[in-house]
């Protein structure tokens, strides 16, 4: 049901990740101009990725009706399809954002508006009508009452420490191709609200060449209360660089909600890593944004799914692979690191964090 009021009166607030799930949504992958090679090889990352969550909490995977079949060959059998219809398989940003109230214990959704990253100006592909519909058709089919806000915004634009603090990008969360005339002071209010925010953080700028314009879940997140993890680099010749240095500053120098300082863990990025001929000759041609021969990857081992037993992590056969898993183990002792080799979805414009959205227990 679609409700009127606002989450905040109704004593809802957007939980951490790192909190309890009672389950975890995905996409099936399936656009040839974008995956590559029919979106095979991604399928198969892609259900690497459902099944190993599934062993944590219950997976849900929207699924084309004309893909059911083929998805039931990759997945496992613990892992429920629900038939949808939809442009791309990026879950954490057009589906739900969902919420919590803490005395009783309910969930409701948040269905943002979507307009593929940027709208017809800078969006990624030149239709979005199926993805539109995810988030209500998801809330739905879960029985939750939603919210809507009548603002564009994506779930890997937000994080959250579930104190009512949250980290947003400006070049991204503020894009004129977004929400034309949106200040700062305007979304804080959204954040207050929508999500329960009673400070947000606002960092200038995200990873480099991340096409999402910057989205916080490729640079940084929470990992505890307090706690953040940065992507970053030593090499003042990478632009990225000034970009988490910049962030780092702000991170260092802030305190939460709650008025604590955080501490700032940084988390080394893969080398460079750059899109191979091979690799985009695999593209076929058709509305979403060229894959192009050469195109530096926005590549992070910050854009992990905590899950509640794991913590499933993008992995690149690089030589920063190994310290990024221990680096990451330290922040949760509790959960088991697992690595995915992830190119595949990288190579489509996003990694793991990015094609899923939990559901709060």
């Known amino acids: 049901?679609?409700?009127?009021?606002?989450?905040?009166?109704?004593?809802?607030?957007?939980?951490?990740?790192?909190?309890?799930?009672?389950?975890?949504?995905?996409?099936?992958?399936?656009?040839?101009?974008?995956?590559?090679?029919?979106?095979?090889?991604?399928?198969?990352?892609?259900?690497?990725?459902?099944?190993?969550?599934?062993?944590?909490?219950?997976?849900?995977?929207?699924?084309?009706e004309q893909d059911c079949e083929r998805a039931e060959l990759f997945l496992s059998p613990d892992v429920k399809m629900i038939e949808l219809t939809y442009d791309d398989s990026w879950m954490r940003d057009i589906g739900p954002t969902c919420l919590k109230n803490r005395q009783t214990g309910e969930i409701r959704t948040v269905d943002w508006d979507f307009n593929a990253w940027g709208g017809e100006t800078d969006g990624l592909y030149d239709s979005w009508d199926g993805d539109?519909?995810?988030?209500?058709?998801?809330?739905?089919?879960?029985?939750?009452?939603?919210?809507?806000?009548?603002?564009?915004?994506?779930?890997?634009?937000?994080?959250?420490?579930?104190?009512?603090?949250?980290?947003?990008?400006?070049?991204?969360?503020?894009?004129?191709?977004?929400?034309?005339?949106?200040?700062?002071?305007?979304?804080?209010?959204?954040?207050?609200?929508?999500?329960?925010?009673?400070?947000?953080?606002?960092?200038?700028?995200?990873?480099?060449?991340?096409?999402?314009?910057?989205?916080?879940?490729?640079?940084?997140?929470?990992?505890?209360?307090?706690?953040?993890?940065?992507?970053?680099?030593?090499?003042?010749?990478?632009?990225?660089?000034?970009?988490?240095?910049?962030?780092?500053?702000?991170?260092?120098?802030?305190?939460?909600?709650?008025?604590?300082?955080?501490?700032?863990?940084?988390?080394i990025q893969p080398d460079p890593l750059y899109i191979k001929r091979e690799e985009s000759a695999g593209i076929e041609k058709g509305n979403a944004v060229k894959r192009v021969e050469g195109n530096r990857l926005a590549a992070s081992y910050v854009n992990f799914f905590i899950a509640n037993k794991a913590v499933i992590v993008p992995t690149f056969n690089d030589k920063n692979d190994r310290a990024a898993l221990e680096r990451i183990q330290e922040h949760f002792p509790n959960r088991k690191v697992i690595p995915v080799y992830s190119r595949e979805i990288l190579l489509g414009g996003g990694n793991i964090h990015c094609i899923t959205q939990q559901i709060p227990k």
């Not at 009166?9 to 101009?33: K, Q, T, V």
């Not at 892609?46 to 849900?60: D, P």
């Not at 980290?167 to 200040?183: D, F, H, K, Q």
């Not at 970009?243 to 863990?265: H, M, Q």
Request: aromatic share 8%; glycine share 8%; charged share 25%.
């Open 1 to 64: 049901m679609l409700l009127n009021s606002k989450p905040v009166d109704d004593n809802f607030i957007m939980p951490a990740e790192f909190e309890p799930h009672s389950g975890c949504l995905m996409l099936w992958p399936y656009r040839g101009d974008n995956w590559r090679d029919g979106a095979e090889p991604a399928r198969k990352t892609f259900a690497k990725v459902a099944n190993l969550i599934a062993l944590s909490e219950q997976m849900y995977m929207g699924v084309r």
């Open 132 to 267: 539109v519909q995810v988030a209500g058709k998801v809330s739905d089919v879960l029985n939750y009452d939603t919210y809507k806000p009548g603002v564009v915004l994506e779930g890997g634009a937000i994080h959250v420490d579930g104190q009512g603090t949250m980290i947003a990008v400006e070049e991204c969360v503020l894009s004129e191709n977004r929400n034309r005339g949106m200040t700062k002071d305007k979304m804080e209010q959204v954040f207050h609200d929508y999500l329960g925010i009673k400070k947000t953080i606002w960092i200038q700028r995200g990873v480099f060449n991340d096409e999402t314009n910057g989205h916080v879940d490729n640079l940084c997140c929470f990992s505890n209360v307090g706690s953040v993890l940065l992507c970053w680099t030593d090499d003042r010749s990478d632009p990225q660089y000034a970009r988490s240095a910049e962030a780092y500053e702000i991170l260092s120098t802030s305190t939460d909600a709650l008025g604590n300082p955080l501490k700032v863990d940084k988390l």
